[in-house]
């Protein structure tokens, strides 16, 4: 496979540089994170550059892009020290494709064009984290109408983001493996309260509990197939943890470029610190970690826009980007000192950041859950 950069995403990427150093210096986001403010202006400058478009469907306003061009925007904009962790909107708007109906899609896609993701994910409840089946949220029916009941956690977006994927319970399944469904809610809707939740890091985005107390919905409200709530997440799954090492990936790059500047640039003992072996060293390894990442992410979308199985190599991908991005980040850390675990060095707010790629979209243990059954299943016969 050639990973090679066509000249369409060349300048694309070299797009994304220019706008970020003009217009957005890390001064901004560190307000933002500072105030826990959601960077609108930002985003709105992604879409209306074209930026935050991609993945949109054409006909929708958008702009068609595959996903190894779609990751690589990921990367760059991490790269730049910018918050990619936000950027969420093509992984709704694949969601949407694959098991919205035509509103719901039209929905996601309105207000991906203002660079805004359409919806948060709730999933999470206080006793239902990595164990799904604990889910306690339900939906019932009565005269006509769909009721929801329950309490979300970690819930990020919910305050950001204009809609909210709600997966719930059926308490009378006909299918005791088919009961869970998820509903398409507004924040704002009668019955929804969030409490907002304080965070070591991602100060940029909202996360909060979400109460819901008989929350009323149409039952066109339901997204995708009754039953199939927990199956449709699964397809969504390996996007998520694809799009979470693609920004893993990038954030790696932006701490490792500023730790090898500042190498060049600190003199201590009479030289720069950059020409002490174990600084070296320290570089050397991180620029191995760093190229492995980027093989892997560029592999596991490939795969994607090949339609080949995932299933194995995303939840790999992201156990190693995550905790890798983690190693590098702690090592520029070490080599700027002092002056690394300030908040006058963006480093110290990648190393917050980051550390929550190993939790959200799945735990680094399921992850080796996952990845380890699949690996046993293919010698099963063998």
């Not at 039953?227 to 932006?254: K, Q, T, W």
């Not at 970690?289 to 995303?314: G, T």
Request: glycine fraction near 8%.
């Amino acid at each position: 496979m050639d990973f090679s950069l066509t000249e369409e995403q060349e300048l694309l990427l070299a797009s994304i540089r220019e706008l970020i150093t003009r217009d957005f210096p890390d001064e901004y986001f560190r307000t933002c994170d500072e105030n826990r403010k959601f960077p609108t202006e930002f985003f709105n400058a992604l879409a209306e550059s074209g930026v935050g478009l991609l993945g949109i469907p054409d006909e929708l306003g958008g702009v068609s892009a595959d996903m190894m061009t779609q990751v690589l925007v990921l990367e760059e904009i991490a790269r730049m020290g910018a918050p990619a962790y936000i950027m969420t909107e093509g992984q709704c708007i694949h969601n949407m494709e694959r098991f919205g109906n035509k509103e719901q899609l039209a929905k996601t896609a309105e207000a991906g064009l203002t660079g805004i993701p359409a919806f948060s994910l709730a999933f999470t409840e206080p006793q239902a984290g990595s164990d799904n089946n604990r889910i306690a949220t339900t939906y019932t029916r009565k005269n006509g109408k769909v009721y929801l009941n329950g309490q979300k956690t970690f819930i990020t977006g919910a305050k950001d983001y204009p809609y909210m994927l709600v997966l719930a319970r059926n308490p009378e399944p006909e299918d005791p493996k088919r009961c869970f469904t998820l509903w398409w809610i507004e924040p704002t809707a009668p019955g929804v309260k969030l409490n907002s939740l304080h965070k070591i890091g991602w100060h940029m985005v909202s996360n909060c509990e979400v109460f819901l107390d008989n929350v009323e919905v149409e039952e066109s409200a339901m997204v995708g197939k009754e039953g199939y709530g927990f199956i449709h997440m699964m397809e969504n799954f390996d996007i998520e943890r694809l799009v979470i090492a693609a920004h893993s990936l990038g954030v790696a790059e932006c701490a490792f470029e500023d730790a090898a500047r500042y190498a060049n640039q600190r003199v201590q003992f009479g030289k720069a610190i950059g020409q002490f072996q174990l600084i070296q060293l320290k570089l050397t390894q991180m620029a191995i970690k760093i190229q492995n990442m980027k093989n892997f992410v560029y592999r596991v979308a490939w795969e994607c826009d090949n339609k080949l199985p995932m299933r194995l190599s995303a939840p790999m991908c992201k156990i190693y980007c995550a905790q890798s991005a983690c190693e590098v980040i702690d090592d520029a850390m070490q080599i700027l000192g002092g002056l690394g675990y300030t908040d006058d060095s963006r480093i110290s707010r990648f190393w917050r950041d980051t550390r929550v790629n190993r939790i959200g979209g799945g735990t680094d243990e399921i992850m080796v859950y996952i990845a380890g059954r699949q690996i046993l299943k293919q010698y099963e016969n063998k």
